[in-house]
């Protein structure tokens, strides 16, 4: 089984910038999707964008035109590159990948937005 862990998370001020990572521990192709879900305090778990083996991408609603999705295969890293960042995207940032054995999760990143 694939382990991901991600990284980029921090404090950062609305109209700013992060980019996050997933990294995998093993081949990245051993996922056929791979996501970025995010929970906010009190909230439940939401998915935020993802990205299929064959490159196809969505991206809910209140990311759309900010955020991107992309994957570096050479690199076995998953990035979500966000822009012009505000206060509702604070929240703990995970990352995911559905294999044919299963799903396996990072244990997240944590971004904030300060206004």
């Known amino acids: 089984q694939v382990q991901l862990v991600e990284s980029g998370g921090g404090l950062v001020q609305a109209g700013g910038s992060l980019r996050l990572s997933c990294a995998a521990s093993?081949?990245?192709?051993?996922?056929?999707?791979m996501s970025w879900y995010r929970q906010a305090s009190e909230k439940q778990r939401e998915s935020v964008a993802s990205i299929t083996s064959g490159g196809s991408t969505d991206y809910r609603d209140s990311v759309k035109g900010r955020f991107t999705i992309d994957i570096d295969n050479a690199k076995n890293t998953m990035y979500l590159q966000m822009n012009i960042l505000k206060p509702e995207d604070t929240a703990v940032y995970y990352c995911?990948?559905?294999?044919?054995?299963?799903?396996?999760w990072g244990p997240g990143t944590q971004v904030t937005v300060s206004s």
């Open positions: 995911e990948g559905e294999a044919a054995w299963g799903r396996s």
């Open positions: 093993g081949s990245i192709f051993s996922f056929y999707r």
